[in-house]
């Protein structure tokens, strides 16, 4: 267990000092435009997002660092409030976050019948433990893990991204610097969820999207136990990655089912979640608990029982060809 220094100390450390002077900053993702006389973001990848872009107006860069891990940039978007990039990548920005975080989350965390212990497997931003939270208040959840490789997003998400990781010293959290997949490899505890809640392939959370991380989740894994992971794809982008990476979850897990978060920052308006169990009797398509109209109305922003139902509901062609082997999703 590494404990983290309280919140105002953090901050403190993390003010880049002297502010960096955006027409002397020199990244990738980072160009001027003389006709909006304005600085912008471009989230491109030729690997991962060939031929398109998302872009944000940028007001300040608030931070820039080279991890041991990755490269961590921190803006402030005039649009999107501030935003998290590992890589060039989004990972969240103040607007949108809640509909990733809420979707990931509340959907295994509902479907299970008492998901009292849960691992999270990344989740710097700390955005994933504020909602589990709310099921620790509930006294649903209790205890949770995290195992996040770089502490410095954590560290960074607390003073850029303060309602997101207002959480990251709770009480019911034991949170782990380390590599998710050396913990899993080792571990011998059982969870009832587990959340990947990982950057995208390319990077520390490469082994993430192959067979053996499944093997390694179903090991650790209670009997009725379910797992959800981002898939860094969606039906738009790569639909075909998609199709593969199902394939190899159903290697492992004879229950597995695909849902879509609908969120204007990630490439293409949306990011595709896997989720899966052993238990085949289990519907992961529809939550096995819910709360009332009012309840949801307080706790969530995005999340309630009919979009829990809706998320897993594809266009015809999407459906078709991810279920082209015959197996449905
Ligand atoms: N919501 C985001 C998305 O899908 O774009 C993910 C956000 S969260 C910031 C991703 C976290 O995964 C990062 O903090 C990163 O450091 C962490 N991560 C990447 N590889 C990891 C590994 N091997 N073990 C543990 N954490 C890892």
């Given at each position: 267990m590494h404990d983290l220094k309280p919140r105002s100390s953090v901050a403190s450390t993390f003010d880049?000092?002297?502010?960096?002077?955006i027409s002397k900053f020199n990244h990738e993702t980072i160009s001027y435009d003389s006709k909006s006389s304005a600085y912008w973001f471009y989230e491109k990848s030729a690997d991962a997002f060939p031929g398109q872009a998302f872009g944000l107006q940028v007001d300040r860069i608030l931070y820039h660092t080279k991890s041991q891990y990755q490269d961590i940039l921190v803006l402030k978007s005039t649009t999107f409030g501030n935003v998290l990039v590992l890589n060039g990548i989004i990972?969240?920005?103040?607007?949108?976050?809640f509909a990733y975080q809420e979707l990931i989350t509340h959907v295994p965390i509902m479907s299970?019948?008492?998901?009292?212990k849960v691992l999270v497997i990344g989740?710097?931003?700390?955005g994933v433990i504020r909602e589990l939270v709310k099921h620790v208040e509930d006294q649903t959840v209790e205890s949770i893990t995290m195992v996040e490789i770089d502490d410095m997003v954590i560290k960074l998400s607390t003073k850029y991204l303060p309602q997101m990781a207002k959480y990251h010293n709770h009480p019911k959290l034991n949170l782990i610097i380390e590599d998710g997949f050396k913990f899993l490899r080792e571990t011998k505890l059982k969870f009832d969820v587990i959340i990947t809640d990982s950057s995208d392939p390319?990077?520390?959370?490469?082994?993430?999207?192959q067979v053996n991380y499944f093997k390694l989740l179903r090991n650790a894994l209670n009997d009725k136990g379910i797992v959800i992971m981002q898939?860094?794809?969606n039906i738009w982008l790569n639909i075909r990655y998609l199709r593969s990476l199902i394939k190899k979850c159903k290697y492992v897990f004879p229950n597995v089912k695909f849902c879509q978060c609908y969120m204007p920052s990630y490439t293409s308006g949306q990011l595709g979640l896997l989720v899966a169990t052993i238990d085949e009797s289990l519907n992961l398509t529809a939550p096995l608990r819910t709360f009332d109209r009012r309840k949801e109305g307080q706790l969530f922003k995005y999340y309630n029982q009919f979009v829990h139902q809706s998320s897993f509901i594809l266009p015809t062609w999407a459906q078709d060809y991810l279920e082209q082997d015959g197996e449905s999703v």
């Amino acid at each position: 267990m590494h404990d983290l220094k309280p919140r105002s100390s953090v901050a403190s450390t993390f003010d880049q000092d002297p502010p960096i002077d955006i027409s002397k900053f020199n990244h990738e993702t980072i160009s001027y435009d003389s006709k909006s006389s304005a600085y912008w973001f471009y989230e491109k990848s030729a690997d991962a997002f060939p031929g398109q872009a998302f872009g944000l107006q940028v007001d300040r860069i608030l931070y820039h660092t080279k991890s041991q891990y990755q490269d961590i940039l921190v803006l402030k978007s005039t649009t999107f409030g501030n935003v998290l990039v590992l890589n060039g990548i989004i990972q969240c920005t103040e607007k949108d976050e809640f509909a990733y975080q809420e979707l990931i989350t509340h959907v295994p965390i509902m479907s299970h019948p008492s998901p009292k212990k849960v691992l999270v497997i990344g989740g710097g931003d700390c955005g994933v433990i504020r909602e589990l939270v709310k099921h620790v208040e509930d006294q649903t959840v209790e205890s949770i893990t995290m195992v996040e490789i770089d502490d410095m997003v954590i560290k960074l998400s607390t003073k850029y991204l303060p309602q997101m990781a207002k959480y990251h010293n709770h009480p019911k959290l034991n949170l782990i610097i380390e590599d998710g997949f050396k913990f899993l490899r080792e571990t011998k505890l059982k969870f009832d969820v587990i959340i990947t809640d990982s950057s995208d392939p390319e990077g520390p959370a490469e082994e993430f999207f192959q067979v053996n991380y499944f093997k390694l989740l179903r090991n650790a894994l209670n009997d009725k136990g379910i797992v959800i992971m981002q898939s860094s794809e969606n039906i738009w982008l790569n639909i075909r990655y998609l199709r593969s990476l199902i394939k190899k979850c159903k290697y492992v897990f004879p229950n597995v089912k695909f849902c879509q978060c609908y969120m204007p920052s990630y490439t293409s308006g949306q990011l595709g979640l896997l989720v899966a169990t052993i238990d085949e009797s289990l519907n992961l398509t529809a939550p096995l608990r819910t709360f009332d109209r009012r309840k949801e109305g307080q706790l969530f922003k995005y999340y309630n029982q009919f979009v829990h139902q809706s998320s897993f509901i594809l266009p015809t062609w999407a459906q078709d060809y991810l279920e082209q082997d015959g197996e449905s999703v």
